[in-house]
């Protein structure tokens, strides 16, 4: 009977240590990676992502801390988020706080606006009811995120900040030989970037897409989700095909001299660990949530990002000393891309210096 139960006992263990951690790819677990992730250095810059969804809710915070304590920051879905993940995301940032990092810890906010209340069928001109629901929609959301971040601070005593806004519009397209159409997108986007910084005059504002990309796999264009006259802000550019590293390089190239044309000083790179765009013969690239190419691809772009000798070298490399910061798509440890924790450690262990892939 004593053996029965002690059995059950382990039994039970056992699949409460698999709802907290899951499975990673390769057979290795999440309690394996939080083992690799506490003896990692923290980034050297601020790491935001796409915003968290389940790893907030889950019952074992020791993954979600070291995140925090790694990238600097945890991120929400601003149109979603609830007031329990806030207070997760200020206890975690405060906890990491109280050790007194380099970089303090900070709150990302992820928003895409024009996407939610606007109808689909309008123009970027139209400023009937669905575009000031739209509006207003943004603004609440930002007040009650505000409000709920207040409180938290003032429940646990802390001050955690809110420190990004990171938006993603990909509703409108720049239309060259339409000045009136134009115009229109780039007040929409404006009025969008304006209540942001009214609402949280401290954070800073990235959009994404404002930058040039290879859409087809060989051509290079401008993105057409910006016209160039907006309010300004950092440029961006998709490293989103690890495995072709000169691609990427290029990329970052490209979009810096853009960059320089607008009088622009920051270009942040989003970065893509275990998915991305892959070849493929019809399409040319194809997106692959789940893709787990050689892990030195990760850690030779956590290297180059993060070094400041490799972004002293740009024509050689690109010049990466112009990120301040780094954004990850999709969100880490996001079910699609199992592979994902892997390949995040390769890429902190290229970042902070270590030579090696594995322990």
Excluded at 167 to 180: A, G, S, V, W
Excluded at 233 to 248: D, G, I, K, Q
């Amino acid at each position: 009977m004593l053996r029965q139960k002690l059995l059950l006992i382990i039994l039970g263990c056992l699949i409460f240590s698999g709802i907290c951690f899951g499975t990673n790819l390769s057979g290795e677990t999440q309690t394996n990676i939080y083992y690799k992730l506490y003896k990692l250095e923290p980034l050297p810059k601020i790491h935001y992502s796409w915003g968290l969804t389940d790893i907030l809710d889950a019952p074992d915070n020791r993954i979600l801390y070291e995140l925090a304590r790694i990238t600097h920051s945890l991120n929400v879905v601003g149109e979603y988020v609830n007031k329990a993940r806030i207070n997760k995301c200020v206890y975690t940032c405060a906890r990491v706080n109280k050790t007194k990092p380099k970089i303090l810890c900070s709150i990302g906010i992820n928003f895409s606006p024009w996407h939610r209340k606007f109808d689909k069928k309008l123009p970027p001109t139209d400023r009937g009811p669905t575009y000031q629901a739209e509006v207003d929609f943004f603004r609440e959301r930002l007040k009650l995120i505000q409000k709920w971040v207040g409180e938290a601070n003032k429940k646990y005593m802390t001050d955690v900040k809110v420190s990004a806004l990171l938006l993603d519009c990909e509703r409108f397209y720049y239309k060259p030989t339409n000045e009136k159409w134009n115009k229109g997108m780039q007040e929409a986007l404006d009025v969008i970037h304006k209540i942001g910084q009214t609402i949280f005059p401290q954070a800073r504002i990235q959009w994404y897409g404002r930058g040039i990309r290879r859409p087809d796999g060989s051509r290079w264009m401008k993105t057409p989700y910006f016209t160039g006259k907006e309010i300004k802000s950092p440029l961006s550019c998709s490293l989103y095909t690890l495995p072709e590293f000169e691609a990427m390089r290029e990329t970052y190239r490209k979009t810096c001299v853009l960059a320089d044309e607008l009088r622009i000083e920051e270009v942040t790179p989003y970065v893509s660990l275990a998915c991305g765009y892959r070849r493929d013969i019809i399409k040319k690239l194809r997106w692959d949530f789940d893709w787990d190419y050689n892990i030195i691809y990760s850690h030779m772009i956590g290297a180059e990002l993060n070094i400041k000798w490799y972004g002293d070298k740009p024509n050689i490399f690109a010049p990466y000393n112009r990120a301040k910061i780094v954004i990850f798509y999709p969100r880490p440890f996001d079910r699609r891309s199992q592979a994902w924790g892997k390949h995040f450690v390769a890429y902190v262990r290229g970042a902070t210096g270590i030579t090696n892939l594995e322990n």
